[in-house]
């Protein structure tokens, strides 16, 4: 099986800083883009961040210069750096990688795999 798992959410006062972590486990043979998006109550999911397995970064506008994704191929892991943190930031975010990994009938498969998702609350 593949597994995802989310770490360094929490509370933090505007302009703080959190590192969120997503770490990804099991027989994979392969990872391509991982990124990072968050959903606020009430609303859609929205992309955060894009990192793909040659290091291209893609972002959205609202955090761009104040968040940085980065990942450690050698730990299969995916990182967000959160700095000057906002209210607006208020939500749960939740990584996303996909990858192949080898199945236990034998095959290998290709997926988009969805971290369990971590709450980032920011106020005063």
């Known amino acids: 099986q593949v597994q995802l798992v989310e770490s360094g959410g929490g509370s933090v006062q505007p302009g703080g800083s959190l590192r969120l972590s997503c770490a990804a486990s099991g027989s994979i043979f392969s990872i391509r883009t991982m990124g990072w998006y968050r959903q606020a109550p009430g609303k859609q999911r929205e992309l955060v961040a894009t990192?793909?397995?040659?290091?291209?970064?893609n972002y959205a506008d609202s955090v761009k210069g104040r968040l940085t994704i980065a990942r450690d191929n050698a730990k299969n892991t995916v990182y967000l750096q959160m700095n000057s943190l906002k209210a607006e930031d208020t939500a749960v975010y939740y990584c996303n990688v996909d990858l192949t990994y080898r199945r236990r009938d034998g095959y290998s498969t290709r997926g988009d795999y969805w971290g369990q998702g971590i709450q980032v609350t920011v106020s005063s």
């Open positions: 990192i793909t397995s040659g290091g291209s970064s």
